[in-house]
């Protein structure tokens, strides 16, 4: 089985998946999780740059 067949057949059940769930309203509940991810995820960049700003600003 090709790879590709495999990820487009994942792809095909998890949108019926969704679809399922959004008929059940739980979509918000993923909607959610997801701007949960989406936030850590910035947070931990910002405070990345943050650091290496106060590194270079101890290097000067």
């Known amino acids: 089985m090709r790879p590709t067949v495999f990820g487009g057949r994942g792809i ?9 769930l ?3 309203g739980e979509s918000f509940w ?8 989406i936030l850590v995820a ?5 405070f990345g740059l ?3 700003y106060a590194l270079g600003c101890n290097r000067l």
């Open 50 to 52: 943050f650091y290496a």
């Open 22 to 24: 959004s008929s059940r």
């Open 42 to 46: 910035l947070g931990i960049v910002s």
């Open 30 to 37: 993923r909607l959610r999780h997801m701007w949960d991810f």
């Open 12 to 20: 095909i059940r998890h949108l019926s998946l969704t679809a399922r």
